[in-house]
């Protein structure tokens, strides 16, 4: 027998504690990284063009990379078979290099919806998609898509029926994650770039469906 | 060669860590299966404090059913969670009887 845990949450010491969502709190370190970012120019150590290059280059990534991978997954099965074999390597293959860690591609079928959430903090494929959205990093979502993903995702407007199944990925550690939505019913007769505007941000997070799930 | 294989049930262990730990308490003492080997990755428990992390140690997913996560889950029965965790935070479970 293992014992029971002593809690769901870290805040286990005072589970009554409000959650606060923002950055309060945070002020002393922006405060202290606004004053290090001014003594490094001030110093000539840092030229402002370097923090420019850097802004740019974690801004250049956005939804349509994402978009069109899961675009080319749905035009080519042999493409989305090395798309779940191996994420990196496929996400390569269409010109991306997935910079922060690996990634892992989830497929929705007729019986199996996936969505993805970092409990801890907000990881997310950033070097594909870019900056995650603000939802996807309140506390909030974090800490109810574990517990109640079918109440979280009919907020987003996506209902799931009861005979499919719901798989929460938690992106905790060194895995970073896209869902594979399931392709519109006319996909085959689309053209690529067609298809590559159907695919929005939601989508690839889990929290949106391309066309409902029908029961058998 | 890693410890576990893709299928192998393992107990994720409550190690009572301070710090930079990734393993969220809703898992701990809780009993899945392993869903793949990641890899090895430096210790991120180390990292956080700037030291090298090495050796790396080996990283899985492990496949929970949502209902022995929170016995009070209110989704389908079929629903399920996966979540990466370090094998020094694994052991195997018991074999079932």
């Known amino acids: 027998m293992t014992p029971e845990p002593i809690g769901y949450s870290a805040d286990a010491v005072d589970p009554s504690r409000p959650v606060v969502e923002g950055h309060e709190g945070a002020d002393y370190y922006a405060l202290m ?17 370097d923090t420019d290059r850097v802004i740019a280059a974690l801004e250049a990534p956005n939804v349509t990379w994402g978009a069109r991978i899961v675009a080319q997954a749905w035009k080519d099965p042999s493409y989305k078979a090395r798309l779940i074999a191996d ?116 989508m690839l997070i889990g929290t949106e469906i391309v066309e409902p799930y029908r029961s058998p | 060669m890693p410890r576990f294989s893709p299928g192998d049930r393992v107990t994720v262990l409550d190690l009572g860590k301070p710090g930079h730990v990734r393993i969220p308490w809703f898992i701990r003492h809780r009993t899945g299966r392993i869903e793949r080997y990641c890899g090895a990755y430096p210790n991120p428990e180390d990292l956080a404090f700037g030291r090298p992390g090495l050796p790396a140690i080996d990283l899985y997913r492990v496949h929970f059913p949502q209902t022995d996560l929170w016995p009070d889950y209110g989704g389908a029965a079929s629903d399920t969670l996966e979540i990466e965790v370090y094998d020094h935070w694994l052991e195997p479970a018991e074999p079932l009887t």
């Open chain 1, 33 to 49: 990284t606004e004053a290090l970012h001014k003594i490094l120019l001030e110093k000539q150590i840092l030229a402002p063009a």
């Open chain 1, 87 to 202: 994420g990196s390597a496929a996400a390569r293959e269409m010109g991306y290099t997935i910079k922060e860690a690996k990634l892992v591609v989830v497929e929705n079928t007729e019986r199996l919806h996936n969505v993805i959430v970092c409990t801890l903090c907000s990881c997310y494929p950033r070097s594909l998609l870019g900056q995650p959205p603000w939802w996807y990093i309140s506390k909030n979502y974090r800490a109810r898509t574990v517990r109640e993903p079918r109440a979280v995702l009919a907020e987003f407007g996506t209902s799931i029926p009861a005979d499919v199944e719901v798989r929460v990925h938690d992106s905790n550690a060194d895995m970073r994650y896209l869902v594979l939505p399931k392709a519109p019913a006319d996909a085959d007769g689309r053209a690529f770039e067609d298809l590559v505007g159907v695919v929005t941000r939601n």
